[in-house]
């Protein structure tokens, strides 16, 4: 039962242009999201997160949107630039207490220059 | 300031052996936890030790454990190894064992099984 769903397994985007990806979850326990990017032989690295109690945050190009009542969220980038060509992961957690988040299957972004 | 660091990079066994996969988190970080990706998936999570502690249990079975030394390092051992063992295992560190903080992951130890 795959509890967090990201359903476009790629995405391409041209450079400058906005890329949105999207994250579905079933629990509606889950209260705290985060973004991972990873690159080909590194591990992922964090990029943004959101709380359930806001619907949106952001950091510089990075805002994440979140929409409880649809059990979505989103994550917008722009200007998209050929660095953040990777894929990209949603994860939840239900529990702050821990780090036993529930990762997507992630999206490959692809930004062509 | 060094990253989190695992070794060994990549790993060969059989099945039935054991491993150890070995992970030093960033300085001053007492929180690890231990994350298995499949070829196609997202990280799963496995589990998370804070200062030297069980905090958190993925669902593995019983042939996965783990422990967290005094150095706040760690190691992951899986006895009894399955075909379905092969993955990345992924390392991360985090300041403190709460979940809001971000973690940082190391590069991780591609294990395969023939």
């Known amino acids: 039962d795959q509890q967090v769903k990201q359903n476009s397994p790629s995405l391409s985007v041209q450079e400058g242009r906005i890329s949105i990806l999207n994250c579905d979850y079933t629990?509606?326990?889950?209260?705290?999201f985060l973004w991972y990017k990873k690159y080909p032989a590194e591990g992922p690295t964090f990029l943004i997160s959101i709380s359930s109690i806001k619907d949106k945050n952001e950091d510089g190009r990075f805002t994440v949107f979140l929409n409880k009542s649809a059990k979505h969220l989103s994550l917008h980038i722009v200007p998209s630039q050929p660095g953040d060509s990777a894929v990209y992961f949603c994860a939840a957690s239900a529990d702050s207490g821990t780090y036993k988040y529930i990762f997507g299957t992630g999206t490959r972004l692809k930004v062509l220059a | 300031d060094a990253g989190v660091t695992q070794s060994p990079t990549h790993l060969i066994k059989t099945r039935g052996q054991q491993v150890t996969l070995r992970c030093s988190p960033i300085s001053g970080h007492k929180s690890v936890s231990w994350y298995q990706q499949v070829l196609g998936q997202g990280p799963q999570f496995i589990f998370q030790y804070y200062e030297k502690e069980e905090r958190g249990r993925g669902n593995f079975p019983d042939r996965f454990s783990a422990r967290q030394f005094p150095n706040y390092s760690s190691e992951l051992n899986v006895n009894a190894l399955l075909l379905g063992d092969s993955a990345l295992y992924l390392c991360?560190?985090?300041?403190?064992?709460?979940?809001?903080?971000?973690?940082?992951f190391g590069d991780g130890t591609r294990l395969s099984i023939l």
């Open positions: 991360a560190s985090s300041l403190a064992g709460q979940g809001l903080q971000p973690q940082h």
């Open positions: 629990n509606s326990m889950f209260d705290y």
